[in-house]
Nanobody
Framework: QVALVEAGGGSVQAGGSLRLSCAAY????????MGWFRQAPGKEREGVVG???????YYADSVKGRFTISQDNAKNTLYLQMNSLKPEDTAMYYC??????????????????WGQGTQVTVSS
């Protein structure tokens, strides 16, 4: 059983930056696949970035060059550096994890560990 806790959301102006964190708690016997997903009101949840148990990464086209995922394995913490934020980035951001194997792209199907979410609001 793994619990995920996100932090770092907030409200920023377009072009600003935020750094989200996701700390994993509980017994973790092996490295998990982890990722960030987001969902805006009335829209389907979408994958933003993901990192596999082998270190491979996935970035949605909409965030490439602006968002960067990283990990501190010793602390079981995942980070999402979000730069050059746009109003269309506004959404609830969720950290998720699953035991490998996993699909890094998609909408989070199969991910069984989810955080409560942190709101990101970008104004123009």
């Amino acid at each position: 059983q793994v619990a995920l806790v996100e932090a770092g959301g907030g409200s920023v102006q377009a072009g600003g930056s935020l750094r989200l964190s996701c700390a994993a708690y509980g017994y973790i016997g092996s490295r998990l696949c982890m990722g960030w997903f987001r969902q805006a009101p009335g829209k389907e949840r979408e994958g933003v970035v993901g990192i596999g148990s082998d270190g491979s990464t996935y970035y949605a086209d909409s965030v490439k060059g602006r968002f960067t995922i990283s990990q501190d394995n010793a602390k079981n913490t995942l980070y999402l550096q979000m730069n050059s934020l746009k109003p269309e980035d506004t959404a609830m951001y969720y950290c998720a994890a699953v035991d490998p194997p996993c699909s890094l792209a998609g909408h989070g199907e199969g991910y069984n560990y989810w955080g409560q979410g942190t709101q990101v609001t970008v104004s123009s």
